[in-house]
């Protein structure tokens, strides 16, 4: 049955001095890695319930390829503020203590240190997008009934689990 989406949350300019990219400081130089967004993650927990679809508009050079890209399709012509969506799955309690939120989503992986290249569905924590060059969020909801929400995860676990197989066969 098709429903209409509701907004159940959206949210612009998450970066905590209010405007501009992350500052150099916002990355841990020891590994590279960029620091936590921690207003972004807190509106994703605030706005969760499984099934429900998540919208980021990353300011990387990907993401801001991605959302000039989508120029030609947005009614003004203008960059998308989006980058990439992904579907709300369940919380886990997995001891980490950052909302514990899974996520399914199509999404390209490069590893040079692995020699591995992964494409395709696959099952991620919420967290990995909750950095600081994340400078849009958004939640919509879709009002589906709890069995409703129960087969869409359980679809999305599957295509999940058929890339893996494929992966390994």
Not at 91 to 99: S, T
Not at 131 to 138: F, M, P, Q, Y
């Amino acid at each position: 049955m098709a429903r209409d989406a509701e907004l159940v949350g959206c949210g612009v300019t998450w970066w905590p001095t209010g405007g501009g990219p992350p500052s150099p400081a916002s990355y841990d130089h020891s590994n590279g890695v960029q620091a936590m967004n921690q207003a972004l993650l807190s509106f994703f927990n605030q706005h969760y319930a499984p099934g429900r679809v998540g919208l980021i508009g990353q300011d990387d050079l990907k993401g801001r390829l991605i959302r000039d890209a989508e120029a030609g399709i947005t009614p003004d012509h203008k960059p998308s503020k989006w980058s990439h969506t992904f579907l709300l799955g369940e919380r886990r309690a997995d001891g980490r203590n950052d909302g514990r939120i899974y996520i399914f989503e199509s999404d390209l992986r490069v590893s040079v240190d692995d020699w591995e290249v992964q494409n395709g569905v696959m099952e991620s924590r919420l967290v990995k997008w909750c950095l600081d060059n994340v400078s849009h969020g958004c939640v919509l909801g879709m009002n589906l009934s709890t069995a409703e929400t129960t087969k869409l995860l359980t679809q999305a676990l599957s295509y999940g689990a058929s890339f893996v197989d494929q992966m390994l066969s």
